[in-house]
């Protein structure tokens, strides 16, 4: 029973254009929603998260929409970089010991 | 970074077989967790502590216990190994000082588990 999703596993886009990551949730219990990024050989690390209260948060070139009524979340990368390929996982938490990840989308960049 | 290491980074072993992973941590962070990464799954969650000696289940949990005896260690063995227990293992730690930190995990660089 997968609680989130990520039904893209693979996605391209050229340097300097925008990379759309999706995410669906099933559980509307979820009030925390966190995008990982994951080089090969490496552990995940934290990009930016988004609190059930907000639709938007915004990091410099990163970009977290959530749109509750569809229980969607989305992740805008602008303008994208060679450097941004990778995996990215979407994470929810209905409290802070409960945490589940969609599968993973691998993003690459080409320049 | 945070300072998590885990160790082996690497193992294969025989069905059957009791294997440890150990994670080890120097931030003093109260919560440490261990996730599996499987293709199709993700990251899924097998046990995690809040305290030491303080463990709960995850997901996943059968097949897994983990043990908790110093703030900085937790121990994850699978009693017996099978097959499917082949995986990539992660450990991870966070501590939820303030909302701002709810939820980020900072993740070791893992444990590929080849057992045959």
């Known amino acids: 029973d997968q609680q989130v999703k990520q039904n893209s596993p693979s996605l391209s886009v050229q340097e300097g254009r925008i990379s759309i990551l999706n995410c669906d949730y099933t559980?509307?219990?979820?009030?925390?929603f966190l995008w990982y990024k994951k080089y090969p050989a490496e552990g995940p690390t934290f990009l930016i998260s988004?609190?059930?209260?907000?639709d938007k948060n915004e990091d410099g070139r990163f970009t977290v929409f959530l749109n509750k009524s569809a229980k969607h979340l989305s992740l805008h990368i602008v303008p994208s970089q060679p450097g941004d390929s990778a995996v990215y996982f979407c994470?929810?938490?209905?409290?802070?010991?409960?945490?589940?990840f969609g599968a993973g989308t691998r993003l690459t960049v080409k320049p | 970074d945070a300072g998590i290491t885990q160790s082996p980074r690497h193992k294969v072993t025989e069905t059957g077989t009791p294997v440890t992973l150990r994670c080890h941590q120097t931030?003093?962070?109260?919560?440490m967790y261990w996730y599996r990464q499987d293709p199709g799954h993700g990251l899924r969650l097998i046990h995690y502590?809040?305290?030491?000696?303080?463990?709960d289940k995850g997901e996943v949990s059968d097949g897994y216990s983990v043990s908790r005896s110093k703030t900085e260690d937790f121990l994850l063995t699978l009693e017996s190994a099978t097959s499917s227990q082949t995986s990539v293992y992660f450990c991870?730690?966070?501590?939820?000082?303030?909302?701002?930190?709810?939820?980020?995990?900072?993740f070791g660089s893992g444990t590929q588990l080849s057992v045959l």
């Open positions: 991870a730690i966070s501590e939820f000082a303030s909302r701002d930190t709810v939820g980020k995990l900072f």
């Open positions: 559980n509307s219990m979820f009030d925390y």
């Open positions: 988004i609190s059930s209260i907000k």
């Open positions: 994470a929810a938490s209905a409290n802070n010991n409960d945490m589940r």
């Open positions: 931030e003093n962070h109260r919560y």
């Open positions: 502590s809040y305290g030491v000696k303080d463990t």
